[in-house]
């Protein structure tokens, strides 16, 4: 039997599919301070319950920022191609996607089969990427994974900062005004969903559009995303998973 791996190697967490002409398994692990130690540890944890060996896998592909100088892929691919690879499989109907990582988030637009034909990219500012809800989280003394339940049924604060330096104090200023964690949580998403909305722009989507990241994790943007794009937002399962899902496709095409 032929198997592949695809890797993500990301500026939070470390993916890894195992794939055979669907997917096997896969696990998620942080991606700490090495990336090279996340890529080989990863991978371990993937192969080792399926009693498989590097030997049976007849090709590993990385993809993240972290796949540069890594020694231990047979083929890289840029996350843009994986992602759209991973989507297109998971959600043959969806018209591009929305991917909201750790450090950037880029918007695709897909034109026949799944091809990417357009993009956008932001890697230059923490507004508008998960770093921005780790902040906010860390901030207000809360996990990540709690600030959509938080977010719910608030009405959301008017947060002006853009920047996620500012948007901080902004934070602190609206907490010693009174003004409920709840609405300033739900205000700071609204503010993630407007600037991606922006990106999202550039990009004509006409249909299904699927967010991916870990960010799609949060429902309330989600909806506020949509809201704001004007189109159906699909989640996929695993939307974490789904660059280095794309990566064990094209390396099991190759
Ligand atoms: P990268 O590929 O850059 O490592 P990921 O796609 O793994 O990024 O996403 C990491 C981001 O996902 C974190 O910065 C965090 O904000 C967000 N995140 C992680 N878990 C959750 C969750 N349960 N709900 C919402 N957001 C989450």
Redesign the pocket.
């Known amino acids: 039997m032929k198997w592949t791996v695809g890797i993500?190697?990301?500026?939070?967490?470390?993916?890894a599919v195992l794939f055979n002409g669907e997917q096997v398994d896969s696990k998620?692990i942080p991606?700490g301070w090495s990336p090279s130690q996340a890529g080989q540890e990863v991978l371990e944890r993937l192969l080792k319950p399926q009693e498989l060996t590097r030997d049976d896998i007849s090709l590993l592909v990385g993809t993240?920022?972290g796949r540069i100088q890594q020694g231990m892929f047979d083929k890289t691919f840029s996350?843009i191609t994986c992602h759209a690879r991973g989507v297109h499989y998971l959600l043959p109907e969806a018209c591009g996607l929305i991917?909201?990582?750790?450090?950037?988030s880029k918007v695709i637009g897909f034109g026949e089969k799944g091809k990417v034909e357009d993009f956008v990219l932001n890697d230059k500012c923490a507004a508008g990427?998960?770093?921005?809800?780790?902040v906010t989280?860390q901030t207000l003394g809360l996990?990540?994974?709690q600030?959509?339940d938080l977010a719910k049924d608030a009405d959301p604060a008017d947060i002006n900062s853009m920047c996620a330096v500012f948007a901080e104090s902004e934070m602190i200023g609206l907490l010693a005004q009174g003004i409920t964690i709840e609405s300033i949580v739900a205000g700071l998403l609204k503010s993630i969903a407007k600037r991606i909305s922006v990106m999202a722009g550039k990009i004509h989507f006409q249909d299904t559009v699927a967010f991916?990241?870990?960010?799609?994790?949060?429902q309330v943007?989600k909806d506020l995303l949509s809201q704001e794009i004007g189109c159906r937002l699909a989640v996929p399962p695993s939307?974490?998973a789904v660059?280095a899902l794309g990566a064990a496709i094209l390396g099991y095409e190759l």
């Open positions: 993500d190697i990301g500026s939070v967490s470390t993916k998620i991606s993240g920022y996350e991917d909201i990582g750790g450090q950037d990427t998960g770093r921005f809800l780790q989280a996990e990540v994974s600030l959509s991916c990241g870990g960010v799609a994790q949060n943007l939307p974490q660059g």
